[in-house]
């Protein structure tokens, strides 16, 4: 069984600054394909950024390139998400997620059904 845990999150003034971070423990034994996904109130969850370590294209959605960096963390299928220049409507629930199969890091988008564990979730508020 695979666990997946967020942390990070809060409330934040328009452009300021948050940091997710996110870790897949328990049976993740291999190297997985990680990322997030939001979904804001009245809308469609939405995939935000994924990663995979070594030459795998980093994904980011249009509205977030730019002002957001996925990276892994110290230590393996650990990841954050270093968010900048926040806007109102990057407020959201973000949700880790995580796969063990790479080709889910070569999609040309991000399909909520493509990842087999998800976190709780997290939660965003960007507002004045």
């Known amino acids: 069984q695979v666990h997946v845990v967020e942390s990070g999150g809060g409330s934040v003034q328009p452009g300021g600054s948050l940091r997710l971070s996110c870790a897949a423990s328990?049976?993740?034994?291999?190297?997985?394909?990680m990322g997030w996904f939001r979904q804001a109130p009245g809308k469609e969850r939405e995939g935000v950024a994924r990663?995979?370590?070594?030459?795998?294209?980093?994904y980011y959605t249009d509205s977030v390139k730019g002002r957001f960096y996925i990276s892994q963390d110290n230590a393996k299928n650990t990841v954050s998400l270093q968010m900048r220049s926040l806007k109102p409507e990057d407020t959201a629930m973000y949700y880790c997620?995580?796969?063990?199969?790479?080709?889910?890091?070569?999609?040309?988008?991000?399909?909520?059904?493509?990842?087999?564990?998800w976190g709780q979730g997290t939660q965003v508020t960007v507002s004045s």
């Open positions: 997620v995580a796969d063990p199969r790479l080709r889910v890091c070569y999609s040309d988008d991000m399909n909520p059904t493509d990842f087999g564990h």
């Open positions: 328990g049976d993740a034994t291999g190297t997985y394909c």
């Open positions: 990663f995979y370590p070594g030459a795998v294209p980093t």
